[in-house]
């Protein structure tokens, strides 16, 4: 006997082959644990004199750490026009703005101080490029001058580098999602003038990126180091001033030169929970 097809409206969905577990994690704790993955501390490689320069990724909360009697200066990109501010403690902490520059080279300033230590609070800046996530943290002595920022997304969009005017279009990673980039990277060793100024990855390519001048020199080779320290070297393309892996990786080294040679490390930091 043929069995009777169901009416409209009888329909069920398919039961999920493993029903869904639900997380019992205390709601605070959930939010605790993505603040602390979010969160991006100053760091020594960070510093260029005494500006704490961040590479900027969306969703990211940057620390600041500021002390009555100092102000700190956080300069956004040039051209960038400010929409708005906004603090969670605005009676303790003086928050203003001023710009640098003119034309094409006009900077918004954003002005920190807080009037006394152990005060913590957070702040928003929204402009017409993004918004930025800060937590700020007051001490007795301890005050960051300037944070800036890099931006790699722009970058990379605008790196179009041609072997001649019919490739002038194309664009050095095509489809990168700037919410996909992660910079658990450190970069250790010597500082020769090459010395890449940060390392980050999109969950497919590691892409390297080196000063602005890297062309007029020679160009290190990159080697992956294996879990026994040994040496190999991996295919990678340079394109504008970033070398592009096509790989993820856990070490690798920068190594030029004979007699003396200047080796730069390059690391991923596991415990903030990088891709693999």
Do not use: C
Request: charged share 25%; net charge neutral; proline share 8%.
């Amino acid at each position: 006997m043929p069995v009777p097809l169901p009416l409209p409206g009888q329909l069920q969905p398919a039961p999920d082959r493993e029903p869904r577990r639900a997380d019992d994690t205390p709601p605070q704790a959930r939010v605790d644990a993505a603040i602390h993955a979010a969160l991006r501390e100053p760091s020594s490689a960070g510093f260029v004199n005494a500006i704490q320069v961040y590479p900027f990724a969306q969703g990211a909360l940057y620390r600041l750490f500021a002390a009555p009697e100092r102000v700190t200066d956080l300069a956004l990109q040039p051209g960038e026009q400010l929409i708005a501010i906004a603090a969670g403690d605005t009676a303790r902490w003086t928050i203003g703005d001023t710009e640098s520059g003119s034309g094409t080279s006009r900077r918004t300033h954003i002005l920190v101080k807080p009037f006394a230590a152990g005060l913590s609070t957070n702040l928003v800046i929204t402009t017409d490029r993004r918004s930025y996530h800060l937590l700020l943290d007051s001490t007795a002595e301890t005050a960051m001058t300037a944070i800036s920022w890099t931006y790699p997304a722009d970058d990379l969009i605008a790196l179009r580098r041609t072997a001649g005017a019919a490739a002038a279009a194309e664009p050095v990673a095509a489809g990168l999602a700037p919410e996909n980039l992660r910079f658990d990277y450190r970069i250790d060793g010597d500082r020769p003038a090459w010395r890449p100024l940060r390392a980050f990855d999109d969950g497919h390519q590691v892409f390297i990126e080196f000063p602005a001048d890297l062309a007029t020199g020679e160009a290190p080779p990159l080697f992956l180091i294996g879990p026994n320290g040994e040496a190999e070297l991996v295919n990678y393309r340079l394109r504008g001033r970033f070398y592009i892996v096509d790989r993820l990786f856990d070490a690798a080294e920068l190594r030029l030169g004979e007699r003396r040679q200047q080796i730069v490390r390059i690391t991923r930091d596991s415990r903030r929970g990088g891709r693999r």
